[in-house]
Each structure stands twice: as structure tokens, then as C-alpha cells.
């Protein structure tokens, strides 16, 4: 699918047809380094100063860059498509050449940051368990009361959470029985039709 | 197994024929064992019977209690009926009236245990589990994330509630083998353990 | 050998090796057979003998089978000559040894099912494994489907297991009360509390406000109970018996003791409050004091306001407890502060004027009555010393009356001393006498009371030692209960397809037969060897009687001619007995000899050499086809 940039996007990346290819790849450096860490305003100044235009325009350039970037990478755009998008833009054959490699380089990187800021449910972490026999209470000395005892490790974007359960021997041959089951559903025809078919 | 003072008075009152005729024992030892059993259902008519109408009600009462906290216990001990035999001719009590109990103990010493470790404390218990699996196509900042996701549930019991309450959480194809993985290293463990 | 055969052929047929129904003898064997048996026992040896039983139909490839079974054979120490001949061209004899030798180094599974320890670990292990086992064989039903959590299974005896927490309730547990002593005549109960009892007291069970909580609450009471008298007759024990007292009376004392201790600190708490300038102290504080602890440990949780307040008071508390209820009044209106201040300040100052002179009243007041005491003990020296002086006096005073009629009065003395003592004689003798006969009838009940006790003593002793014993015997029987409810399990378990009792009676049988074999070739020996003694008897004496004879005779034979005559015959009698004699025993030694040839064409018989060496020959003749087959294939390509 093809990238439609609004105006105003294409008039901040205008910009980057005006300097050298040099220029636009320490761009594109900054620009990935705002996508990582956040912008640094500092950079801008001195990259304005040295070029010698506004820093509003440096700035507006880098985010252009970046948000180019950012949407191709969260719409897994190919490499055609990806050059003509930007064809629109006029730029040179360099100029096209050193974005698609960035594109390219980075794109994994870029979903991973994206990934990062979609929701997340509590994901499961971690499972310990052992197995202990009740062999007396207060109320009912001499008995035999096996169970199992587990602490299941859940994270949810960063926060860790511990749950500690237990189960007795049916119970756990029943969950076993039904998660394999779940499993086992992965490997059906309607589940692998419709993978194939999503893509 | 220790029974107070008290509770050895009883006792003795109980074997006393003068105060307890055999019939208001019988019915004794049937409604302590039957209350305990059926708590849900005790009254405070429990002692109200023509049988026992001839004692004196504070005789019934302690003789009540004794019986009730012999009976609990005899089956917290796992004590068989020579234990509670000899337990009973230390008070006294003369041997048809010990045989007596002995039967109403020991046809009724599972259930009383069965009573018994109604008591207690725990974490929550998995009883169940569900599961759902879904396909994760998209989000709002990204596209083609094409990940099937489970989504499992698991009902918890605990102690004190009647209500099952659930543990919820996500997992990816691989967590989930790695958490079935670690359950039936628990189910190999389970049956060593069962065969030795 | 037949037995034998048996055994083998059992044996074999155990480890799995297919041998037709009318293989009754190890004649019946054929090469087959035995390859295949000799295999199966090698792989249940666990030697990882890779041979199939099957006899490969070409005769190098038997060959190869044979010899890698003779070299196995021999690896597990069969001594003995064996090589691929005694496989694939056997005879019965060697057969037998081979496969008996190889069933008796098949590892004995009888032997694994040892003894297993009986201790109590032991048994607790394996009623966890039957626990899990029978759970994990249950089959799972929901938690809606189970009455309270419990799941029952099984008729007699009934087995339950709890499965989830839905029944389960937490230790709860609520004071019940129930009517005490009531049966006992000599305890008097009040009427009201009696009429309570009866009329207003609940069952025991229906106390409780929550029926999860009886169980709970019955075993609270009782478990209360048993402490509560436990704890008081280690107290009694310890400290109640060397006081002497009664039971009661330490009671008494104890319970006087505490309150006279908690209406001490009670005031001394209050005093500290009213003395107080500001908001009083924290209720942890108060309660602190009551404690024995030093002042530096208790729990003093006031802020660092009252702590500082604690300190510039302490020194005022003293004078503050003896003058109750005097002292400054707590007014938190901030108009008045500063006057309230002037006045605590003079008041302050008036109260160390005070405090000073009291306590050099105090001072003085001590002093005083020191010199009190000081005077009163001069005043009782004082006193007795007159008193002796008086008595002194008084002597004197007698002395001097009597000293004029000295002589006489000194008789009259004299008698009046003397009838003193003898006074004094009779009285002792009367005591005497009263004495003995009361001192032994005391030893006598003292006595009796030994003798009692001691009897009593040792009856209470035999009646310990018979309880002993008879817990001892009971514990013994419950053990050897047990002990016989664990074999009589292991004996289920066990499987009986081998009949043990029909092998064991065999075996007994054999050992009796060669008991009795081994009899008779004893007699037999012995009597050999008495029919030899006679017979070395019977030579010496024909050799003595001979020499006799020959002396004789040879003595008379230079005389006569007819004594010569006799003597040449006697000689010849002699030398054709001699003769005879031989050739006996030369028959028995030949007859020996033919027995023994005869045993030896029986083994080589059964050898069945001739049928091998055709079988030799035939297998020879197939190989050199083989080979040439083979030289021919290299050949040609």
C-alpha cells in the first residue's frame, strides 16, 4: 500500500532535499536517535547554526523524517511501495536510495519500539511448583493430603506480579489435559487456514 | 489425646445409669454424632426427646458436651476403638454402654473426619481452567502484528467463599508450551512419586 | 533328570522361548531349540547379545552364531570345553550343563522382592504413593458436582479426598460454656446459676453462631482446658508444694497478691495524671509500669514531647505522690498561659521551700527515732541487769540470815538438796516408766504405718508393672498385627504362578533320596571292607598254617619217603590254590573293566558322534559351496 503524506509533511521533508546527502544522513541518524531515546533540542541548534536556517526548520525535518519512518514501518510497507511514496516527494536518487536502506535497516527496530507502546494483559512469566503432602492440621492429626503447590509469575508492560496457588492431583491432570488441548487446537486446519490466510 | 477435667466428669456421669438410662445414651450418642455430621441442620431442640425427658437437663447438657468432645477427639487422633476403650473404662463406664459408642465411633469415624478437615486454611485451589484463543492482527500503533495469542483463566477456590474466582492472564504459543511443559513435569514427578 | 529336564525346559519356557508342547527331555532338542534357548537366557542375563534365536540357514553364518555363543558362554565364566560343536552338533550331556548353568546366572527377580523395611518412613512413603495413585486415577468432575468439596469413593471402606477449597472455612473459634459439676452431690451449685443451666443454656453445638465454627470451638474449649490444668499443677509443683500451704490458702495468697499490685500501680498512675502540666501520657505508657520490666525496656510509644515531658518531671513525682492532689492545674486557654506560668513558677519555687523543710523534718524525725531505739535498748539492758542483781541480792540476803546458824542450816541444806534429788530420782524413774510402754506402742504404729504403706507401695508398684506389661504385650500384638497386615499385602502382591510348594517338596524328596543313597553306599563300604579284613585274616592265617605245615612235614620228610611224598603234594595243593586264587581275582578285576568299558560305549552313544560327523560332513561340503559360490562372485566382477 502506498504512504498518502500530508502536506505539511511533505513541506518538512522539502527541506531535505535542499541539502547535501551528508547532511540528510547525520539527519536520519538524529532521527533515529529520537526514536529511541526522544528528541535533543541541543543537536538541533548546533545542526541549525551550522547550516545556517532556523532551528524550527532542522526540527521540523528530523520529525518528518522519523514519522515517514514510523508509518512505514507500522504498515510493513515494501521496498516498492516505500519508493513510491516517496517519489512524490522530488527527491534525488540518492537521496531515495539512502531512505530505503534506512527504512530497511531499521524497520524491525521501529516495530519493536512501537510494539512496546501498544496495551498489554498481564503475560505470563513464569511457573514454579512443587509437590508437598499435608500429613497432619490442628484439626485432624494423621492424614495424607497431597498437593501442588505453584507461583506463577505474570508481567504486565514491565510490572511483575506473583500469585501463589495450588491444586491437588485430579485438578492437575485435568488443567494438563486441557491446555494441551488448547495447544493441540494451534495445529487444526481452521486455525492454520486462517494464519496462512492473514497475512 | 488429652480430655479436661470437665470433660472426664462428664464422662463418668455418663456411665452412671443412676442419672443416664441406656435409652437416653443411645439417643445421646446419636445426636452428638449427627450434629456434628449434619451441622447445617443443628437446632436448639437437639436434646428434646422423650427419651431423655427424665434427666435432669444440666446432666444432659454436660454429658452432651462430654460426648461431643470425645467423639471430635477420638477421630482428630485417628484413635481406634481401643484407645476410646480404654479412654472410657478409665471413667467408669461399664462395658456394654463403652461397646455402645465404640459402634456409633467407628461406623461414623470417616465422616467425622471428613468433618474435621473442614477446618483449615489454604491458597487459592485451581479447579478449572478456560481458555480462548485469539488471532492479534493490529493495534493503533502498528500493523500486521499477526501474533495468536491464548488467553487462559484460571478458577481458583478459596477458602471461605462460595464463589470461584479467577486468575487471568495472556500467553503467547511459546509460553504456553513452556507452561504445559512445566505441568506435566509436574504430572512425571506426581506418578514417580506414586510408584515408589 | 528327568526333574531336571523339567525345571530347564519350565525355566526356558518362562523367558519366553516358543518350544512345542511335546518337548518333554533335553533329547528332543534340536539345534534350533538350543540356539534359541541358549540366546533368550543370554539376553535375560543382559549380556546385549545381539543374535536373533533364529538359526541363519547359511553355515558360515552358523558358524559365526555358534562361536559368539560359546565365547559369551565363556566370558560368564563357564568352565568346562565349549565351543560352536557343543551348538550346533550337541549331545544331551553338555546340553544340560550349558543350559543349567546359564538358568543359574539368570538374575533371581524372587531375590529382588526383599524384605522391605517396615519403619515408619517407610510407611508413610507408601501410603502417599497409594494416596496419589488412587487420586490420580480418579476421574476429574467439576467443582459443582462435589458435595462441600469432598469426593467419596469406594463401599467399605468408604474413602473420601477433598478436592478444592469450596467446603473449607477458616479456624474460627467462640467461647461455649458448659454446666459444671453438676453430678457431683458434694459441690453446691446456686439456684440461679442451676435454674440457668437448665432452662437457659444452650447444647454445646448450638452454641456457636456459625455452624463451621462448632468444630472449631469444641476442640478450643477442651484444648483450653488441658492447658489451663496443665500450667497449674506445674505452677502447684513448683512453687505451690514447698510453700506449705493448702491448696486454697495459695490461691488466696496468690490472688491477694496481684490485686494488692494492680491497685499499686492503679494509683500510682493516677497520681502521675493529675500531677501532670499538660495532655497525660499514652495508655501504652501506664501500662507499661505495671510490668516488671525495667523502666529502659517497656513499649513507651509517646511522642518525643511527653518523653521530654517524663524527664523534667520525674524528680517532681516523688514530692507529687506525697502530696496528693496538690499541684498545678492543666489550663490550655492561650490567654492565660503567661499567668499560669507566673504562677506554676511561684508556685514551683513554694513547693521546693516545702519539699526542703520536709525533708529536713524527715531528717530530724530519723534522727529522733534512732535515739529512740538507741534509748528504749539502754532502758532494756538497764532493766535486766537489775533484775539479775535483784535475784543476786536476794541469795545473799538468805545466806546472810542462814550464816549464823551455819552448821545447821548447812545440814537442813544438805537435806533439803538431797530429798530434791532424790525427788528428782523417783520423778525420772516415774517417767521412765511411763515412757517405755508409750515409746513402744508409737514404734509399733510406726510400724504398722511402714508396714502398710510399703504394702500399699508395693501393690501400687506390681499394679504399674502389670500396666506396663500389659501395654507392653498390647504394643507388641498391635506390632505384629501390623506386621502381619503388611505381609498378608506383600503376599497379595506377589505373583504365584510358580508353584513353589510342588519345586520345594521335590527338592525335599531328592535330598532325602540321597540321604538315603548315601546310607547305603556307606553299609556297602563298610561291608567291603569288613569281607576285606577277612580275607587279609583268611591269608595270614593260610600263610601261618603253611609255614607250619611245611615245617613239619619238611622236618619229618629227611626220615621218611611217604612224609616227602605228602610233602611234595601239600606243596603243589599250596601252589594250585595260589593259582586259583589269582585267576578269582583277575575274573573280578576283567569283570570291573568290562563294567566300566560298558559305561563308557553308553556316554559315547549318547554322544551321537556318528550322526554329527555326517552332519560334519554335510556342513563342510554346503561351506566349500559357499566359499567356492563366493570366490567365483569375487571373480567375476
Known amino acids: 500500500m502506498l504512504l498518502v503524506l500530508a502536506d505539511e509533511h511533505k513541506e518538512h521533508l522539502g527541506f531535505l532535499n535542499e541539502v547535501d546527502v551528508e547532511v540528510v544522513r547525520e539527519f536520519c541518524r538524529i532521527a533515529m536517535e529520537f526514536i529511541r531515546s526522544g528528541p535533543n533540542p541541543k543537536l538541533y541548534q548546533s545542526a541549525a547554526q551550522k547550516l545556517s536556517v532556523a532551528s524550527e526548520t532542522v526540527q521540523h525535518g528530523v520529525e518528518g523524517l522519523m514519522f515517514l519512518l514510523t508509518e512505514a514501518a507500522r504498515y510493513m510497507i515494501s521496498e516498492i511501495d516505500f519508493q513510491d511514496s516517496i517519489m512524490t516527494l522530488g527527491f534525488s536518487e540518492d537521496l531515495r536510495s539512502l531512505l530505503l536502506q534506512l527504512y530497511l535497516d531499521n524497520r524491525t527496530e521501529i516495530r519493536t519500539i512501537l510494539s512496546e507502546m501498544s496495551m498489554d494483559l498481564p503475560h505470563y512469566h513464569n511457573l514454579e511448583w512443587r509437590l508437598e503432602v499435608t500429613v497432619a492440621s490442628r484439626t485432624l492429626r494423621h492424614q495424607v493430603t497431597p498437593r501442588l503447590m505453584m507461583k506463577l509469575h505474570t508481567q504486565d508492560s514491565g510490572e511483575k506480579d506473583v500469585q501463589v496457588l495450588q491444586t491437588d492431583p485430579v485438578n492437575l491432570l485435568h488443567m494438563t489435559r486441557v491446555l494441551e488441548g488448547a495447544l493441540a487446537e494451534m495445529k487444526s486446519t481452521h486455525c492454520r487456514r486462517i494464519v496462512r490466510n492473514i497475512k | ?196 | 533328570m528327568e526333574e531336571v529336564d523339567n525345571i530347564i525346559i519350565h525355566t526356558l519356557r518362562e523367558i519366553g522361548c516358543g518350544l512345542d508342547d511335546d518337548v518333554q527331555s533335553l533329547k528332543h532338542f534340536s539345534t534350533e531349540n538350543i540356539v534359541e534357548a541358549t540366546v533368550k537366557c543370554l539376553r535375560v542375563i543382559g549380556d546385549g547379545v545381539n543374535i536373533s534365536p533364529a538359526l541363519p540357514p547359511g553355515m558360515s553364518a552358523r558358524y559365526r552364531v555358534g562361536t559368539q555363543l560359546a565365547t559369551s558362554c565363556q566370558e560368564l565364566g563357564f568352565r568346562g570345553d565349549i565351543g560352536y560343536q557343543t551348538f550346533l552338533y550337541s549331545n544331551e550331556a553338555d546340553i544340560r550343563r550349558v543350559l543349567m548353568f546359564l538358568i543359574e546366572k539368570m538374575p533371581k527377580e524372587a531375590a529382588e522382592v526383599a524384605s522391605e523395611p517396615m519403619g515408619k518412613s517407610a510407611m508413610l512413603k507408601r501410603s502417599i504413593a497409594a494416596e496419589l495413585d488412587r487420586q490420580m486415577k480418579s476421574a476429574w468432575t467439576p467443582s459443582y458436582c462435589k458435595q462441600d468439596g469432598l469426593c467419596w469413593r469406594g463401599t467399605k471402606p468408604r474413602q473420601w479426598h477433598r478436592e478444592g477449597l469450596i467446603g473449607v472455612r477458616r479456624f474460627h473459634s467462640c467461647p461455649v460454656r458448659t454446666p459444671e459439676g453438676v453430678g457431683d452431690i458434694t459441690k453446691k451449685i446456686p439456684k440461679d446459676l442451676k435454674r440457668y443451666y437448665d432452662k437457659h443454656l444452650q447444647p454445646l453445638t448450638s452454641q456457636p453462631p456459625q455452624s463451621s465454627q462448632v468444630v472449631p470451638s469444641v476442640v478450643e474449649a477442651n484444648d483450653l482446658s488441658v492447658t489451663a490444668q496443665q500450667e497449674w499443677e506445674a505452677e502447684w509443683n513448683q512453687q505451690g508444694l514447698p510453700s506449705r500451704l493448702s491448696e486454697e490458702d495459695y490461691k488466696a495468697r496468690k490472688r491477694q497478691r496481684l490485686e494488692k499490685r494492680i491497685s499499686d500501680q492503679l494509683r500510682q498512675a493516677i497520681q502521675q495524671e493529675t500531677s501532670k502540666a499538660t495532655a497525660g501520657r499514652d495508655l501504652l505508657q501506664v501500662l507499661s509500669s505495671f510490668t516488671d520490666r525495667g523502666a529502659g525496656k517497656g513499649v513507651t510509644k509517646g511522642s518525643r514531647f511527653t518523653h521530654t515531658e517524663k524527664l523534667q518531671f520525674a524528680q517532681d513525682e516523688e514530692t507529687a505522690a506525697q502530696m496528693m492532689g496538690e499541684g498545678p492545674r492543666v489550663d490550655t486557654e492561650e490567654e492565660m498561659q503567661r499567668k499560669r506560668e507566673e504562677e506554676v513558677e511561684q508556685l514551683r519555687g513554694q513547693l521546693e521551700e516545702v519539699t526542703g523543710q520536709l525533708q529536713s523534718l524527715d531528717v530530724e524525725m530519723k534522727k529522733f527515732t534512732a535515739g529512740i531505739q538507741q534509748m528504749e535498748e539502754k532502758v532494756n539492758t538497764e532493766v535486766r541487769g537489775r533484775s539479775d542483781k535483784e535475784e543476786a541480792y536476794k541469795v545473799k540476803k538468805r545466806t546472810l540470815d542462814l550464816l549464823p546458824d551455819a552448821e545447821n542450816n548447812i545440814t537442813k541444806l544438805q537435806g533439803v538438796v538431797d530429798g530434791s534429788s532424790q525427788r528428782l530420782v523417783n520423778l525420772a524413774q516415774q517417767w521412765e516408766k511411763h515412757r517405755v510402754p508409750l515409746i513402744q506402742q508409737y514404734r509399733e504404729l510406726k510400724e504398722l504405718n511402714a508396714n502398710r504403706e510399703s504394702q500399699s507401695e508395693k501393690k501400687l508398684e506390681e499394679i504399674k508393672s502389670l500396666r506396663e506389661k500389659m501395654k507392653e504385650v498390647a504394643d507388641e500384638a498391635r506390632g505384629k498385627d501390623d506386621v502381619y497386615k503388611q505381609l498378608a499385602s506383600e503376599y497379595e502382591r506377589m505373583t504365584k504362578d510358580v508353584n513353589r510348594g510342588a519345586y520345594t517338596k521335590r527338592i525335599m524328596e531328592i535330598v532325602g533320596n540321597i540321604k538315603k543313597q548315601k546310607e547305603e553306599i556307606d553299609k556297602i563300604l563298610i561291608d567291603t571292607r569288613d569281607v576285606q579284613k577277612e580275607i587279609n585274616q583268611l591269608t595270614g592265617k593260610l600263610d601261618r598254617t603253611f609255614a607250619v605245615t611245611d615245617e613239619l612235614i619238611f622236618r619229618d620228610a629227611k626220615k621218611d619217603e611217604a612224609v616227602r611224598k605228602a610233602y611234595k603234594s601239600l606243596a603243589a595243593l599250596h601252589e594250585n590254590c595260589e593259582q586259583l586264587i589269582k585267576t578269582v581275582e583277575e575274573t573280578g578285576g576283567i569283570m570291573r573293566e568290562i563294567r566300566d568299558l560298558e559305561d563308557q560305549i553308553e556316554t559315547e552313544g549318547a554322544k551321537k558322534t556318528t550322526q554329527n560327523l555326517d552332519r560334519i560332513m554335510g556342513d563342510f561340503k554346503q561351506m566349500k559351496q559357499e566359499n567356492s559360490g563366493i570366490v567365483a562372485k569375487l571373480k567375476g566382477k
Open chain 2, 1 to 196: 489425646m488429652e480430655l479436661s477435667a470437665e470433660v472426664q466428669e462428664g464422662l463418668q456421669l455418663c456411665g452412671d445409669s443412676a442419672q443416664i438410662s441406656d435409652s437416653a445414651f443411645n439417643f445421646l450418642l446419636k445426636a452428638a454424632c449427627n450434629t456434628l455430621l449434619h451441622g447445617r441442620q443443628r437446632d436448639r431442640g437437639v436434646l428434646d426427646d422423650p427419651s431423655v425427658s427424665q434427666s435432669d437437663p444440666s446432666v444432659l447438657k454436660q454429658v452432651f458436651a462430654s460426648l461431643t468432645t470425645l467423639f471430635l477427639e477420638a477421630a482428630k487422633h485417628n484413635a481406634d476403638s481401643t484407645n476410646t476403650s480404654s479412654l472410657l473404662e478409665d471413667s467408669k463406664m461399664s462395658p456394654d454402654r463403652i461397646e455402645a459408642f465404640n459402634n456409633v465411633y467407628m461406623s461414623n469415624k470417616i465422616e467425622l473426619q471428613s468433618v474435621l478437615s473442614s477446618t483449615g486454611s489454604g491458597f487459592p485451589h485451581v479447579v478449572d481452567v478456560d481458555w480462548r484463543l485469539d488471532y492479534y492482527m493490529k493495534n493503533n500503533h502498528l500493523d500486521h502484528v499477526n501474533e495468536p495469542t491464548y488467553l487462559v483463566t484460571l478458577k481458583t477456590e478459596e477458602p471461605g467463599s462460595s464463589q470461584l474466582k479467577d486468575v487471568q492472564f495472556a500467553c503467547t504459543v511459546e509460553q504456553l508450551q513452556d507452561m504445559v511443559g512445566k505441568l506435566k513435569d509436574a504430572c512425571k514427578s506426581m506418578e514417580k512419586a506414586s510408584q515408589s
